[in-house]
């Protein structure tokens, strides 16, 4: 018995397992199939179309043969076995064709379930021939399968539902993933955050004015009683100084009547007027000197002095109550954040909060949770969100004023859940659902 047709399929199997790329596989097939036995024109007929021609580098899909070797390979692989294909056993729609693309006799051999490759030449098939190249159909299409094993997600899935060893290897792997999203999180969100006063001291302007000068600088240390700043007391000086005036020709108007009320009785009843236009005018001096006292800012107390710079503020003219600065005690620190509307989850009081600050990200300040705003606030950039404050845990050596990214840390819940939390949302409020 002839050895070489054995020494060709055990050949052919290297080099199917050791092809490097689909195309080489595909080239090895409608190609090399040719040393098992002679043909003289080849199809792959793979994934609903013609994959690979025999002696063509390249396929191109809508030129006429290929349109017709699709409709051919389609018509065949509905049979799902190997056999001899003929004119005569075609539908009149393909048969009519025949003779302009195919020789005689044609061999399909099936891939699986809905593939198969197409050998036509003009001699007969021999049995012989037959179970040479369905041995060899069967080693290519394992071969294949066993590369595109991993990119195939339906072929995974139909290989699960098979018994055997390998078949509940797929579903341990289900299983792993759902045990794995049923793991108990935390359920954590991030927000911009920053370390401001707790409780400072609060100084607006005392009256509608022009700031003339800033006697502190930024951050500095001030005690109580120290002069801040101080507004422009030209104005206020001349309004003083003309009550003052106003109130001493009053007085002077009050003794020269009483000294008329001696001896004229109707001199007497203009006493009574002149004694309310002193007291009016009286007013008017003291509002002037309470002005003049407001206009000199001093410190509450204690702490340090925040505000932006004061070149910035000379010579501005500002309205009644508008904060100009604040006075806050070194230790008094706690964590403000602001919470966007999409993260808004449920946080109770006493929530753990953590500040991780930009200038020192290795060592973050915890904090708990103080108050969570029940509006929602507009923010300079046009977003909203919910102020929120922490207690420190602990006195802090970082300055008032750094910022970084609070993490708040909520209810548990499952990793699932905390994975799918932000896309379920954006889902929901893309479809209505």
């Known amino acids: ?61 809508n030129v006429p043969y290929v349109l017709w070797l699709d409709a051919l390979c389609r018509h065949l692989a509905q049979a799902h076995e190997a056999r001899v294909v003929v004119r005569a056993s075609l539908p009149q729609a393909l048969a009519g064709e025949w003779d302009e693309w195919l020789p005689g ?43 595109q094993a991993p990119r195939r997600g339906w072929d995974f899935w139909r290989r699960a539902r098979r018994p055997g060893a390998g078949a509940r290897r797929p579903w341990r792997w289900a299983l792993g993933l759902m045990l794995l999203a049923l793991i108990p999180v935390r ?26 000068a800033f006697h502190v600088q930024p951050n500095e240390a001030v005690r109580h009683g120290q002069p801040l700043f101080g507004f422009d007391e030209a104005l206020i000086q001349s309004r003083l100084e003309v009550a003052r005036q106003a109130l001493a020709t009053a007085e002077a108007e009050y003794r020269q009547t009483a000294q008329q009320a001696l001896a004229d009785p109707r001199a007497k009843a203009q006493l009574a007027v002149l004694t309310g236009k002193i007291e009016e005018k009286r007013a008017e001096v003291a509002y002037g000197n309470d002005q003049l006292t407001r206009a000199r800012v001093v410190a509450p107390r204690d702490g340090i002095a925040l505000f932006d710079d004061p070149s910035e503020w000379i010579g ?20 403000e954040a602001w919470v966007p509307l999409a993260d808004a989850i449920p946080l109770a009081a006493g929530s753990q909060v953590v500040l991780h600050l930009n200038a020192s990200p290795l060592a973050p300040a915890s904090a708990t949770l103080r108050y969570f705003a029940h509006d929602a606030v507009e923010r300079p950039d046009g977003s909203y969100a919910y102020r929120v404050r922490a207690r420190l845990d602990a006195p802090t050596e970082h300055r008032v004023g750094l910022k970084g990214t609070a993490r708040f840390s909520g209810r548990w819940v499952p990793l699932g859940y905390w994975a799918l939390r932000r896309p379920l949302a954006s889902l929901r409020a893309t479809i209505g659902w």
């Open 316 to 335: 501005r003219p500002v309205a009644v109550g508008e904060r100009i600065m604040r006075i806050a005690t070194p230790q008094d620190v706690e964590v």
């Open 1 to 61: 018995m002839d050895s070489a047709p054995f020494a060709t399929l055990l050949e052919l199997g290297r080099q199917a397992r050791q092809a490097e790329s689909p195309a080489e596989l595909q080239f090895l097939l409608v190609n090399d199939s040719h040393a098992l036995a002679p043909y003289r024109q080849a199809a792959l007929w793979l994934d609903g179309g013609v994959r690979a021609l025999s002696g063509v580098v390249q396929v191109e899909a």
């Open 105 to 147: 006799e044609a061999l399909w051999l099936p891939l699986g379930d809905a593939d198969g490759v197409l050998l036509a030449r003009d001699l007969p098939w021999r049995d012989g021939e037959l179970a040479l190249l369905a041995e060899w159909a069967g080693i290519w299409h394992h071969a294949w399968r066993a590369r």
């Open 187 to 212: 359920l954590t969100v991030l927000a911009p955050g920053e370390l401001v006063p707790a409780n400072p001291a609060v100084l607006r302007a005392p009256l509608e004015g022009v700031i003339d």
